[in-house]
């Protein structure tokens, strides 16, 4: 993204400032006192979204806290495409806090693991991420002003080669423009599926990846802030990813996966812990293509509640009594 960084607008939200640094001040708010929220837990769309036709629409935060049970309580900062780099800026405020969580929870998904994920002029949080950091080293309180991508960002991102698990050779321009279009048949329904699963999925993670080194980075600052943090890797559909891009898609998928956790665990060094629930949910489990359902948030949040148990064991503080085991 050259030439992101000195060339930016400034973008201020109807609401009354960027979303970005209202969670950050929230975030500030809660541990600026002596008694903060035992968890803190940063979320994707998979923590947060609820699909219309889903009945249940409980988020994934309550949900995660009705397993837990007892008295814990908890502070969230949820947007789209979170990753190690912005969640690391708003990490950086505890250093200047009064208290500190006793658990972090934090999602490791494969998508924004992807190269072409961190490349998005917007999704990839690089500019805010920065400006937030910085932020929290001034001690300033901006609510509004954070720097944003110029309108033609997208241009030099449309450009670039997009991987492909069928051997498609595409732009990323061209792949967008299939999966923005409304389909009219059943076929042209399958068609721009099929792309927009290749386009989440394709690319095959090497410990060289960009990704992976910012997971990375990420856990070795977490271990050195002696930060228990519980990763979640959510669910892929795929059971569809398979149908569509065939036998091999499945290990391709787990492979991603497994080698995001194995980062994780070694770069926390002991203090961290993966939900990786990347293949814990079948087709039935999602409201649309890419997003749970009840049910799939469910299944992702008994995986999150057991890690969160499992590291602030370990850590040395039992928490509140686990409401599903009988005195």
Same mark, same amino acid.
């Given at each position: ?8 607008? $400034? ?27 035992? +968890? ?28 837990? #049970?007892?008295?814990? $309580? ?10 190690? $780099? @912005? ?20 999602? +490791? ?29 001034? #001690? ?56 927009? +699963? ?6 095959? +993670? ?8 910012? @997971? ?79 049910? #799939?948030?469910? @299944? ?6 057991d890690a969160v148990r499992e590291v602030r064991s370990v850590a040395g503080s039992p928490g509140p009594a686990d409401p599903?085991?009988?005195?």
């Amino acid at each position: 993204m050259a030439g992101l960084q000195s060339v930016y607008i $400034r973008k201020r939200n109807q609401r009354g400032g960027d979303p970005e640094l209202r969670q950050l001040n929230s975030l500030r708010k809660a541990y600026g006192a002596p008694n903060g929220p035992e +968890l803190l837990i940063f979320g994707d769309s998979a923590m947060w979204w609820t699909n219309s036709a889903d009945t249940r629409r409980q988020p994934l935060p309550k949900l995660v806290m009705e397993g837990l #049970g007892g008295d814990w $309580r908890f502070q969230s900062l949820v947007g789209a495409l979170y990753g190690p $780099r @912005i969640v690391g800026a708003y990490l950086s405020a505890l250093d200047h806090a009064v208290s500190r969580p006793e658990v972090v929870v934090v999602p +490791l998904a494969v998508r924004t693991t992807t190269t072409l994920s961190l490349q998005h002029p917007s999704f990839s949080h690089e500019l805010e991420s920065e400006a937030i950091a910085a932020i929290v080293a001034e #001690g300033a309180t901006e609510t509004e002003g954070l720097p944003r991508p110029p309108k033609n960002a997208l241009e030099e991102y449309d450009r670039l080669p997009a991987p492909s698990l069928f051997g498609a050779r595409r732009t990323v321009g061209e792949l967008r423009l299939i999966i923005s279009a409304t389909p009219e048949t059943a076929w042209q329904k399958a068609v721009r599926l099929r792309h927009l +699963l290749d386009f989440y999925n394709a690319e095959k +993670l090497t410990p060289e990846s960009l990704g992976i080194q910012l @997971i990375a980075d990420f856990g070795k600052r977490l271990a050195a802030n002696n930060l228990p943090t519980v990763a979640y890797i959510p669910p892929v559909n795929h059971p569809l990813l398979k149908a569509m891009l065939g036998e091999g898609a499945l290990a391709h998928l787990t492979a991603n996966a497994d080698l995001i956790e194995q980062t994780f665990l070694e770069a926390t060094n002991g203090l961290g812990r993966v939900a990786n629930a990347v293949v814990a949910c079948d087709r039935e489990h999602f409201g649309d293509p890419v997003h749970l359902n009840y049910e #799939g948030r469910s @299944i992702l949040a008994s995986a999150i509640v057991d890690a969160v148990r499992e590291v602030r064991s370990v850590a040395g503080s039992p928490g509140p009594a686990d409401p599903r085991v009988n005195p």
